[in-house]
């Protein structure tokens, strides 16, 4: 039976736990959470941070054969445990999850997929041949920010057949030629969580309320790095622009955005598409605000 480490409870009843990950015995020297004892110390950087709060599940790993947010267990908590990254994938495994959805079209910007490839995973190593409900069910902790799932749920369809066959199959489109529907060229980076996400934002926003806590006025200059190609620059900026004012009232704001391009990697329609960016900024501001005028 796995045992479900996300709601055990158990924290702090083994300071200085020692467990296993990837097949390495590790001992944290402190008590951290296990995502950033993952990615901080160990540097398995598959391992994505989209909200240190157990709500997005880009950060699963596999423990015990379950997958778990690991942003949730304190690595204290771990005593014995054994922890499976993509990292720690088999070659074939990694062959054959990053063939599967690369082929479904089920990759962006990747930033969701290293987990969605570990709940696959964790599905098909319990249920070889799972139907779309099971398949619903594994993924119903893991948000892509990009797409629907249509695509994702095909390629958890299509890795199910590639480990039953023990077989990956050519790729539908060979042909590069103009209009032919091909595997993204950075989809192996995304899927194994090997690739790299450039700064691309750059904001300078200043806020101001008056004694009653009503925001008086927003400035912002926003400038984009939208990389060689335009890939969404524009709409992207766009809706940062348009939600750097955040779902507040506003008495005058003044925004201005710019996207440029650069010799840098396309950096388009990434996760959140532009708003995750500004808004940052304007809670960041509005966390400096006195307390009372944050209540209003
Ligand atoms: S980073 Fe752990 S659930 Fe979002
Ligand atoms: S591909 Fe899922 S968050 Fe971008």
Request: aromatic residues 8%.
């Amino acid at each position: 039976m796995v045992r479900d480490i996300c709601d055990s409870g158990e924290k702090g009843v083994n300071a200085m736990a020692e467990f296993t990950v990837n097949g390495a015995h590790v001992a944290p020297q402190k008590n951290i959470k296990l995502l950033r004892f993952l990615r901080d110390e160990l540097h398995l950087t598959s391992v994505k941070d989209g909200c240190s709060q157990g709500a997005c599940g880009a950060c699963t790993v596999i423990i015990d054969g379950a997958p778990c947010k690991a942003c949730v267990p304190d690595t204290d908590t771990l005593e014995g445990r054994t922890i499976i990254t993509v990292e720690g994938l088999s070659d074939w495994e990694k062959e054959a999850y990053t063939f599967a959805y690369a082929e479904a079209g089920a990759v962006q910007c990747g930033f969701c997929i290293p987990g969605m490839v570990l709940c696959t995973k964790a599905l098909l190593d319990q249920n070889p041949d799972p139907d779309e409900t099971e398949i619903r069910y594994a993924l119903r902790n893991n948000y892509c920010r990009c797409t629907g799932y249509v695509k994702i749920i095909a390629a958890v369809k299509l890795a199910a057949q590639i480990m039953r066959e023990g077989v990956i199959p050519d790729a539908k489109a060979k042909d590069w030629r103009l209009g032919s529907r091909v595997q993204r060229l950075d989809a192996r980076e995304k899927a194994l969580g090997t690739g790299k996400y450039p700064d691309d934002y750059y904001m300078d926003v200043t806020m101001g309320c008056d004694a009653q806590g009503i925001i008086q006025g927003v400035k912002a200059v926003v400038t984009s790095d939208t990389g060689g190609y335009m890939s969404l620059g524009g709409p992207v900026l766009q809706r940062a622009c348009t939600h750097a004012a955040g779902p507040y009232a506003y008495e005058n704001f003044e925004i201005e955005g710019t996207a440029y391009y650069t010799n840098n990697p396309p950096a388009g329609a990434f996760r959140g598409f532009g708003v995750t960016q500004t808004c940052f900024a304007t809670e960041t501001l509005l966390n400096s605000f006195p307390l009372e005028s944050r209540a209003q």
